[in-house]
């Protein structure tokens, strides 16, 4: 089908040169589209203007339907010495999701055939270095077919349908995470197996969007690791902040005056900031330190980059994309927060770096990597001065109570990392088994647990203990000069 009996251009271009021995030389680009019918395609000609010569190159791309796509090049005397076509089609294969792509060449140059021969020969070669299976299989002559079938969110099983050979391999590690469910007979799908074209580009983007959310003790990272973690008292946590040098956000939580049930959020963006908080059963909302109305807002500060907040169900959605935050979701009770593309590897908090590296997940203000999650999500408690603050928790280095046998020798031992202690004058009413490292020196030496008199942090981890952690205090005797 001829775009062009139906439509008019969309582009058109005309190029006129002069040759070397002055004869003047033009060519012709005509472009037509049809980008919203039911099957959108791009048509493209180039043809050469110069005299008889009926040289021209002809393109064309379509999407047949929802899983199916075909593209054409074709050059030559009017369009018909050569041909390449490609067609990509989605489906299942042995009950996943698959994407097959089909190349034929049944008319090309010998220059072209001896260059695919070329390549082709490393062929056997690049398989082996990688580690793919291959067999000998008469396949046909001028078509070559790709099918990469996804087993799961982070595997993928490939087959190469080659002329005279079939190359395979299994299990093929992803560098993302892809929204793919559990496998499904394939009697049991129903048309459309998988709209490809459609919905999977949008549904592979939304994906990828790095989401961190806390729901009373239950906490989701970025890269997707869950731990549970009860908050102390009074204590704002560092969730998600821009750890690059802009430090664009800082979003901030902490358990609410009027029950451990519910949490109070603090977000700074830029010279903003915005409370959010339960107060008397219902949500509250501060901007600026000024109170404002949350029934059916929607508040929009005026300013260069775009910041709004909307009511939205039983709570309030936050919108600052320019500042690295698309979406912050509070109702007192939870809280997502969905931080843009280009804020990956630049986060830092409880809600991890958005880097997909499990591994280092539990990563602390300090650059170590905590043994626990308790450890790691105290480590991001915010300290504040003891008088000033409600928070009346800060973490020390702590010198473990009892002595130790170590390579023979009675040994007095101190944490290389600091441990959440109740301030001076406070003592502990509630506590928490954390993991810690200790560095051990004989009994009888002569040092001690005194600021700057020992680089603990610096030395070599001797012992692991489990101790107790301080979470809540009282604190009668803080003597506080007003």
Same mark, same amino acid.
């Given at each position: 089908?001829?775009?062009?009996?139906?439509?008019?251009?969309?582009?058109?271009?005309?190029?006129?040169?002069?040759?070397?021995?002055? !004869?003047?030389?033009?060519?012709?680009?005509?472009?037509?589209?049809?980008?919203?019918?039911?099957?959108?395609?791009?048509?493209?000609?180039?043809?050469?203007?110069?005299?008889?010569?009926?040289?021209?190159?002809?393109?064309?791309?379509?999407?047949? !339907?929802?899983? #199916?796509?075909?593209? =054409?090049?074709?050059?030559?005397?009017?369009?018909?010495?050569?041909?390449?076509?490609?067609?990509?089609?989605?489906?299942?294969?042995?009950?996943?999701?698959?994407?097959?792509?089909?190349?034929?060449?049944? #008319?090309?140059?010998?220059?072209?055939?001896?260059?695919? !021969?070329?390549?082709?020969?490393? /062929?056997?070669?690049?398989?082996?270095?990688?580690?793919?299976?291959?067999?000998?299989? $008469?396949?046909?002559?001028?078509?070559?077919?790709?099918?990469?079938?996804?087993?799961?969110?982070?595997?993928?099983?490939?087959? &190469?349908?080659?002329?005279?050979?079939?190359?395979?391999?299994?299990?093929?590690?992803?560098?993302?995470?892809?929204? +793919?469910?559990?496998?499904?007979?394939?009697? &049991?799908?129903?048309?459309?197996?998988?709209?490809?074209?459609?919905?999977?580009?949008?549904?592979?983007?939304?994906?990828?969007?790095?989401?961190?959310?806390?729901? @009373?003790?239950?906490?989701?990272?970025? !890269?997707? %690791?869950?731990?549970?973690?009860?908050?102390?008292?009074?204590?704002?946590?560092?969730?998600?902040?821009?750890?690059?040098?802009?430090?664009?956000?800082? +979003?901030?939580? $902490?358990?609410?005056?009027?029950?451990?049930?519910?949490?109070?959020?603090?977000?700074?963006?830029?010279?903003?900031?915005?409370?959010?908080?339960?107060?008397?059963?219902?949500?509250?909302?501060?901007?600026?330190? +000024?109170?404002?109305? /949350?029934?059916?807002?929607? =508040?929009?500060?005026?300013?260069?980059?775009?910041? %709004?907040?909307?009511?939205?169900? $039983?709570?309030?959605?936050?919108?600052?994309?320019?500042?690295?935050?698309?979406?912050?979701?509070?109702? *007192?009770?939870?809280?997502? %927060?969905?931080?843009?593309?280009?804020?990956?590897?630049?986060?830092?908090?409880?809600? *991890?770096?958005?880097?997909?590296?499990?591994?280092?997940?539990?990563?602390?203000?300090?650059?170590? +990597?905590?043994?626990?999650?308790?450890?790691?999500?105290?480590?991001?408690?915010?300290?504040? $001065?003891?008088?000033?603050?409600?928070?009346?928790? @800060?973490?020390?280095?702590?010198?473990?109570?009892?002595?130790?046998?170590?390579?023979?020798?009675?040994?007095?031992? =101190?944490? /290389?990392?600091? /441990?959440?202690?109740?301030?001076? *004058?406070?003592?502990?009413?509630?506590?928490?088994?954390?993991?810690?490292?200790?560095?051990?020196?004989?009994?009888?030496?002569?040092?001690?647990?005194?600021?700057? @008199?020992?680089?603990?942090?610096?030395?070599?981890?001797?012992?692991?203990?489990?101790?107790?952690?301080?979470?809540?205090?009282?604190?009668?005797?803080?003597?506080?000069?007003?």
């Amino acid at each position: 089908k001829f775009l062009g009996d139906s439509t008019s251009p969309t582009l058109a271009v005309i190029l006129r040169a002069l040759r070397n021995n002055k !004869n003047l030389a033009g060519f012709q680009l005509v472009l037509y589209t049809d980008l919203y019918s039911t099957k959108p395609r791009i048509q493209a000609f180039v043809s050469n203007i110069t005299g008889s010569s009926k040289w021209k190159i002809c393109a064309d791309a379509s999407i047949v !339907n929802a899983h #199916k796509a075909a593209t =054409y090049l074709k050059w030559g005397r009017d369009c018909q010495d050569y041909k390449i076509a490609t067609e990509v089609v989605t489906g299942r294969f042995a009950d996943h999701p698959a994407i097959q792509v089909k190349l034929e060449w049944p #008319k090309v140059p010998s220059r072209f055939k001896s260059s695919l !021969n070329w390549f082709y020969s490393f /062929v056997p070669g690049i398989a082996y270095i990688l580690g793919y299976s291959e067999i000998e299989h $008469k396949n046909p002559s001028q078509q070559a077919k790709m099918i990469v079938s996804l087993t799961s969110s982070r595997t993928f099983d490939f087959v &190469a349908k080659l002329p005279e050979r079939t190359i395979f391999s299994r299990a093929l590690r992803l560098p993302i995470s892809l929204p +793919v469910g559990p496998p499904v007979p394939e009697s &049991a799908v129903q048309s459309p197996v998988w709209n490809f074209f459609s919905e999977a580009p949008s549904a592979v983007m939304e994906h990828l969007k790095a989401r961190c959310t806390v729901s @009373q003790d239950k906490i989701t990272t970025f !890269n997707e %690791v869950k731990f549970n973690y009860s908050m102390p008292t009074n204590c704002y946590h560092i969730l998600a902040q821009d750890c690059s040098p802009e430090l664009k956000f800082l +979003v901030m939580m $902490k358990n609410a005056e009027e029950s451990a049930d519910l949490k109070a959020i603090n977000v700074k963006l830029g010279h903003h900031e915005i409370d959010m908080y339960p107060e008397n059963g219902l949500l509250s909302l501060m901007v600026n330190g +000024v109170e404002t109305p /949350v029934e059916n807002i929607t =508040y929009s500060l005026d300013s260069d980059a775009s910041l %709004v907040i909307n009511s939205e169900k $039983k709570g309030l959605s936050l919108l600052a994309p320019d500042y690295g935050i698309d979406k912050l979701y509070f109702d *007192g009770r939870s809280l997502k %927060v969905q931080v843009a593309f280009w804020m990956a590897g630049k986060t830092c908090g409880i809600c *991890g770096k958005y880097d997909a590296e499990k591994e280092q997940e539990f990563q602390m203000p300090s650059g170590s +990597v905590a043994k626990d999650a308790v450890s790691f999500a105290q480590s991001w408690i915010l300290s504040e $001065k003891p008088c000033a603050g409600a928070c009346k928790l @800060q973490r020390s280095l702590v010198k473990l109570e009892r002595t130790i046998q170590l390579e023979g020798q009675e040994s007095k031992c =101190y944490s /290389v990392e600091p /441990v959440m202690r109740c301030i001076k *004058g406070c003592s502990a009413t509630e506590t928490t088994p954390v993991s810690v490292g200790f560095h051990c020196l004989p009994a009888d030496s002569a040092a001690s647990l005194v600021e700057g @008199q020992m680089k603990l942090d610096q030395k070599s981890e001797d012992t692991r203990e489990t101790i107790d952690a301080h979470t809540a205090c009282s604190c009668e005797e803080l003597q506080c000069i007003e």
